[in-house]
């Protein structure tokens, strides 16, 4: 029987210890095969790659991470999807009808490009999904009040959103409302309002995750999300 599991993570286990022992690991119980994992390059792009069998294992070993991608659309058992954040935002897309699944990295370029939309797009247009059975959960990320940027990067976020047909949050000037804009999109996607979860811990405020704008650190929370064939 087919079901799906996904993790968005905190501190521990963290993705340098990942990297550096490169081993099986244990997520809530569940053993993770690293030979299974999928891992994309994140380059702040809205590009979704449709992974394949051969795929397993990319981002470990000799083995190079799905070049340029920041998402990763998999209907394959036992295939994991990982994406890895401190500040910016993973949103996992699962379908449960068709068994399809997403995980996305969306910062504020990711965000300003839609790749919450991409994601959908990628779920209906490869595996037959339709909008109305895709569940989104929104991890954690930093949040408005703690995300201020220059003045440029605030208006031209504002007038991609403006020219995409949404409403930005100008209520903190240069300030940058991520989720907010990801819940956005997901509803003009198509997605239900029932169907968005959203973990709302701020990344910077809380000291369980890792946070580049707090301590500039180069570690990473582990976000995940696959399809069990048992």
């Given amino acids: ?78 295939q994991f999807l990982l994406i890895r954040t401190a500040d910016c935002t993973p949103i996992i897309l699962m379908d449960r009808v068709q068994m399809a699944v997403a995980a996305l990295h969306s910062g504020r370029e990711g965000t300003r490009k839609n790749i919450a939309g991409e994601g959908v797009r990628a779920l209906v247009e490869n595996y037959g999904s339709q909008p109305k059975d895709i569940i989104a959960y929104i991890g954690a990320g930093i949040c408005h009040s703690h995300y201020e940027v220059s003045a440029e990067l605030y208006d031209d976020f504002n007038s991609s959103l403006i020219s995409a047909g949404l409403n930005p949050d100008t209520s903190l000037h240069r300030h940058v409302n991520i989720r907010k804009t990801i819940f956005q999109q997901l509803i003009k996607a198509g997605l239900t309002f029932r169907n968005i979860e959203n973990i709302t811990d701020c990344t910077f405020e809380d000291t369980n995750y890792h946070s580049y704008r707090r301590e500039g650190t180069h570690n990473r929370q582990i976000n995940l999300v696959g399809i069990i064939d048992e």
């Fill in 1 to 78: 029987m087919k079901s799906i599991y996904f993790h968005l993570g905190k501190r521990q286990p963290d993705y340098r210890s990942l990297m550096s022992l490169q081993s099986d690991f244990e997520l809530e119980g569940k053993k993770i095969p690293v030979s299974r994992l999928v891992i994309a390059d994140q380059t702040h792009s809205a590009l979704v790659h449709i992974c394949r069998d051969e795929d397993n294992g990319a981002g470990l070993g000799s083995h190079p991470q799905i070049p340029v991608v920041d998402g990763l659309a998999t209907n394959i058992p036992n």
